[in-house]
DNA sequence: TTATCGAGTTACCTGAAGGAAACCTGGTCA
DNA sequence: TGACCAGGTTTCCTTCAGGTAACTCGATAA
């Protein structure tokens, strides 16, 4: 006899593709390196830059746009000379912190637990 | 003059390779997904291939086992027949719940302020 | 007038990750 | 004896996100 596919056994499941979708918030490489950075305040384009040593600065500003555009975090222009432009997180973009503090939680216990 | 480049005002600051590391906990196609459909409780192969339609059995095999040796799942062999196999958070893999539902939260609100 | 600065673009290239589809294995039941 | 099952592996192919490096722009200061 075949095995039945069980339902899974959940109350009210937000459907997969909800946390498909969400995920999505934060995707693309360096995208939760630079909401942490912004963490703590606002930061300058190259301040994120050498607080992520490794990332180029197309990626980087790639991925400001698309932040923005997600609505994580806004963009502004202060009108020094050269002008410089100061990122900041939203209201939105913050909430997501302490989601990212609990997956460093996780982590940091997984690696605890393999080098202990 | 140059702008100065600001230390970033935060406490004491976990190093961003930090959460590079741990955000690598959860990467790869699908893995959120997996750790989501696992929430409520222990999954066959089979069962979260039709929680996760789009996923294909090469990526949910090569998944499953980066999440296993990550120590988010562990793997159970059903002595049936033919034997079955079932997928179950750890206690630390439990943990990421929280995690991804707190992201599920922000991107959902961000959905309705993009639409409503 | 030339260098510097902040804040990016642009062009080009590469490799690793992922998708599709076929195949495998050992047991069972019809 | 052949098909079906669960739970994968293997092969092959493609793509596109990311890396490098050079370039832009307008203002200023030396």
Redesign the interface.
Known sequence: MP?K??K???PE??Q?C?????????SGAWA??VI??L???P??F??LR???PPISAKVLSTRLTELEE???LSRNVQP?SPP?VEYALTE??G??V???E??????????M??EG
Chains 1, 2 share one sequence.
């Open positions: 095995l596919v069980r899974n056994q959940s499941p937000p997969p909800m946390l498909t979708h969400c995920m999505a918030v934060i939760a390196n942490w950075s963490r703590a305040g930061r300058r190259n301040e050498t607080d992520i997600r609505g994580v020094t410089s939105l973009g909430e997501l302490p989601a990212l609990a997956i460093v939680k996780v982590g940091h216990r997984l690696k637990r393999d």
